[in-house]
Every structure is written in structure tokens, then in C-alpha cells.
């Protein structure tokens, strides 16, 4: 037995009668919102080519909120015309989620609904999340190993480093620092060296078969011993100085 009585079901019967005609009327009256003839036609123009490229998008997003509107009604008035067939059924005001019967305040409030406030799936927390973040997590930042210990190599940020290198639409105040007053310092880690990663790799070098460990004694060399580092590096002129 439903636990509407005749009066109060009377009441939500004539209440959907209502919502449906009007929703009919609003989308016959505007032709669906206008959405029968193009973007040249409803704005009056007999072509949008010499119109600037903002009046286009304008008349875009304006196009693109009737269809939402449209999309809206329709499915408003799918529902409305489900819950009075539920009516002529004598299923109309039971929860399908649960099966147990919808308060009359709700359905007050909501007379096309078919669910409970407690089971509404729109108060769910959504599941579809693009399939892409499967294969892509983190999202950002993916590609910069430098959190990693065992990562020397090339990695995203590396790649992003070169392309950097050759400018950007950026300014000093857009820049990741605080203390960035200069476009040379700019780019992400503008201080760190390029083509070596240790410092004794800018001034050590071998011959053709790997062997033959030279020291280039140069700027950099004397920055790295100056600094307090490497005497184990030392250049063999010098180790016989030092003996």
C-alpha cells in the first residue's frame, strides 16, 4: 500500500502536470532555445568571418549555455513523464535505491525524484575520473627524478631546462624564486651546471679509450680545491710539490 494518500498524491500529480507543461511550452516557444539554426543566422549576420574573433566566442559560450539548458529541460521532463507513469503504476514516491518510501516533504520539494535524500546519487562522490591517470601519476611533475637517489640522468625537467633556455612569455615577478631580479635568472635552476653534474666533471678528463685521467687546471679546478674539496684530484705536478 502507498504510503501517499489520494489527496496528497492529487497534489504532486497536478504539481508535475504543471512543471511538464511549462517545460514543454519553454522549449516550443523558443524554438530549443534556437539551437535549429546557426550561430550566423541567430546573431543576425549573414557571416561571422569579418566579425572579430572575441564576438565569435562570445556568441560561442552563448550557444554552448542554451544547449546546457536545453540538455536540462529534456532530462527534467524525461524524469517528470517517468514519475507520473510511476503514478498510473502505483509505484510513484518508493526510493529505487532502497525500496523504502520517500518522505512526502521531499517529494514536495522534488516530485520528479525517484530516490530517497539519503541514497540521491548525485550526493556520491564521482568515480570517473579520466582513464589517463591510470598511466600518468602523478599527474605533474612525472617526469622530474631529481627526488630520486639512484636518478643522474636526463629526465623531465632536463627537457624542459632546453626548452627554457630559449626563452618564454615569462617576466622576473613570474619567475618560481623571490629574489629573481634579472631575465638570466629566470630559468628553473639557472645556476646549475651545463653537461656536468658533479663539479670535478668540468675540469677531469680522459683520452679516447677511457684511460689517461688528465686534470684541466683551470678556473674551475682552483674554485673546486679553493673551496676545500678534492686534494685527492690534485694533478701530479703538484702532489710532487706538496712531497
Known sequence: MNHLTPEQLSELRASLE???KEIEN???????YDLDNSMRYSSGELTEI???PGDAATDLYHRSMDISLLERDEHELVNIKAALASMDEGTYG???AS???I???RLVAVPSTRYSKEFNPRQEQPHTRPVEEEVLSPPFGRTSLDEREDQNGFDGEDAWQIVESWGNSDSPAMAEGNNVDSYNEMEIEAGEPDGWVEPWENF???DITGNNVTIIQGNSYKHYLDS???SFLLGPNEKEEQE
Open 94 to 96: 518508493i526510493c529505487a
Open 18 to 20: 504543471k512543471q511538464q
Open 103 to 105: 518522505p512526502y516533504e
Open 228 to 230: 676545500g674539496e678534492g
Open 26 to 32: 519553454r522549449i516550443q516557444e523558443n524554438d530549443h
Open 50 to 52: 569579418d566579425n572579430h
Open 99 to 101: 525500496g523504502q518510501p
Open 204 to 206: 677531469v678528463a680522459t
